[in-house]
C-alpha cells in the first residue's frame, strides 16, 4: 500500500525570507528535511483462498511470492526532522536497516519504507 503525503514549503511566520517545511505537525527549519516513516501493516496469509478475511482486513498479496493474505490498516506513519546541510537528499536522511530513503517528489520530503520483497 502507497501512502502518499503531501508537504510544502511555507514562509517563516518570524523571517518572510526564510522558508521551512510542513511536515505534518512539524515544522523542519530551513537546514532540515522532512522525514516520513511508513509501517507495513500486520498481515496473515490465507491458506483457504474459499474463506473470507475477517472483518476489519482486506484481502491482498503479500510476500513476494504474491500470496494471498489479509491485512489490518496499516499504522500512522511517523515524523520528524534532520539536518540536511547543502542540496536535500537522502544522504541526509537515516532509514532503519530494514527500510529505504525514497524522495517523495515534494522538496525537502523524503520517506523511509520497506524495501521491496524478494
Known sequence: ???????????????PVVATVACDT?????????????YEPACENLYDTGVSCPEGTTLTMCGGAGIACCCEPPPPASYS????????????????ADKACEATGTTGTFRCAEMPKP
Open 1 to 15: 500500500m502507497l501512502l502518499l503525503l503531501a508537504c510544502v514549503l511555507t514562509p517563516d511566520s518570524t523571517d
Open 26 to 38: 512539524l515544522s523542519c527549519g530551513t537546514d532540515e528535511v522532512c522525514i516520513v516513516e511508513e
Open 81 to 96: 526532522c534532520a539536518t540536511c546541510t547543502g542540496e536535500p537528499s537522502c544522504d541526509c536522511v537515516t532509514c532503519p
